[in-house]
């Protein structure tokens, strides 16, 4: 549901300030956000967290009736997952290695949860780049621009880094633990 939310947030916003005023644009965020934070209680606190940023963007929009506010939603949403990232490496319980053992279903040796742990750094890096874009994008006037990477655009960052990350455990990793 968040990918999805991702994919429409942007071209959402703008189709919605074509047709009505920033409060009714606003007031419906605030509406269905809401809604999305009611479904997410039973979930648990961490499912909470992005419903309830979409509600604080919501009520800042209508409290300031500044369109910049609703740009910057992607910008924040960016910058709390590269501090995560961070985070999770610096306590050296990468979210990566988490993510990963949900995909993979199986135990790693030592060394690929070091090379994993390790990789953490680079996909801060890779976050952080998509952050530098984002607030580019949010400072630019080109609006097109904004609708684009702020609903497709930064998956693709995101997309070219996991095929690094791809390349570089196929061909870096995995030969050196072959000819070790």
Do not use: C
């Not at 963007?57 to 590269?82: D, G, M, N, R, Y």
């Amino acid at each position: 549901m968040n990918m999805f939310l991702g994919f429409i947030y942007a071209p959402f916003v703008f189709i919605a300030l074509r047709y009505f005023d920033i409060k009714m644009v606003s007031m419906t965020l605030f509406i269905l956000s809401l809604m999305w934070l009611l479904l997410s209680l039973k979930k648990g606190y961490k499912e909470m967290a992005l419903p309830l940023l979409y509600l604080i963007i919501a009520i800042a929009t209508f409290v300031f009736q500044e369109f910049i506010i609703l740009k910057t939603l992607p910008l924040i949403i960016s910058t709390l997952i590269t501090l995560l990232i961070l985070i999770s490496y610096v306590n050296k319980q990468s979210i990566i290695i988490y993510f990963a053992k949900k995909i993979q279903k199986k135990e790693f040796s030592k060394e690929e949860e070091l090379y994993i742990h390790n990789s953490t750094l680079f996909w801060f890096f890779v976050s952080a780049v998509n952050v530098g874009i984002h607030l580019s994008v949010l400072l630019n006037n080109n609006i097109q621009f904004w609708i684009y990477y702020s609903s497709v655009g930064w998956y693709l960052v995101f997309i070219v880094g996991g095929i690094m990350q791809f390349l570089h455990r196929k061909l870096v990793f995995l030969k050196r633990d072959i000819h070790e």
